[in-house]
């Protein structure tokens, strides 16, 4: 069962433009968490939000937790060659071992 | 730093072999789980383990079966490969005793296994 769609699938940018991922579900979850994933490589983790409402900045990047804890956004500015990638969001559950990922996220941003 | 490191990184196999993925992580985790990943469809759970010799049903777990023995190991057996099995698939583990939520997962470069 799929509980997370992410959008877009797919985003190609300039250098130095911004942009913004959403990951959206009718599910809530108890927290949140993005991940990064470059070729021939396994996921890593970015962020965990936890809070509804929580945003939290990573240099250059921003994630939002929805009021509900049901999607979340992750936004990023003056984007550079090396945030291409395949990004990933994973609600998890209350037991905290169980990690539904969404549909993923493939960002290449053009030098 | 967490290590987790799985058999092969491209294997081709024909229809119809028996298929063995191991993965095995450094930090004395307690779960390890095992996905496959396609263009499209995220991430998608196969199996996963709570401990040695415990295991439980994922999203899709037909076709497949797991075995872990040992804590650190945790196998994935594709018991008459298909091409429909054609897939990337990751191992990933995280640890819970001692720790507080939410937790993060570590996962392995991944396999990509062709089947024909």
């Known amino acids: 069962t799929q509980l997370l769609e992410q959008s877009p699938q797919f985003l190609s940018i300039q250098e130095g433009e911004n942009l913004t991922v959403y990951c959206n579900s009718s599910s809530v979850f108890s927290s949140l968490q993005w991940y990064r994933q470059e070729p021939g490589e396994g996921p890593v983790l970015l962020v965990t939000?936890?809070?509804?409402?929580e945003v939290k900045k990573l240099k250059r990047l921003t994630f939002q937790f929805g009021d509900a804890r049901k999607d979340s956004s992750l936004h990023i500015t003056a984007a550079q060659p090396g945030d291409t990638g395949l990004y990933l969001c994973?609600?998890?559950?209350?037991?905290?071992?169980?990690?539904?990922f969404g549909t993923g996220t493939s960002l290449t941003v053009i030098p | 730093d967490v290590k987790v490191t799985q058999s092969s990184r491209y294997l081709v196999k024909r229809t119809g072999e028996k298929v063995f993925l191991e993965c095995v992580q450094d930090?004395?985790?307690?779960?390890m789980f095992w996905y496959r990943q396609d263009p499209g469809l995220g991430l998608r759970l196969i199996y996963f383990?709570?401990?040695?010799?415990?295991?439980e049903k994922g999203d899709i777990p037909e076709g497949y079966s797991v075995s872990r023995e040992k804590k650190e190991r945790f196998s994935l057996i594709l018991e008459s490969a298909s091409t429909n099995q054609t897939s990337m698939y990751l191992c990933a583990s995280i640890g819970s005793q001692g720790r507080r939520q939410p937790y993060e997962q570590y996962f392995g470069p991944g396999t990509r296994l062709t089947v024909t």
């Open positions: 994973a609600g998890i559950s209350n037991t905290g071992n169980q990690f539904y």
């Open positions: 930090m004395d985790h307690e779960n």
């Open positions: 939000v936890v809070t509804g409402g």
């Open positions: 383990s709570y401990d040695v010799k415990m295991k």
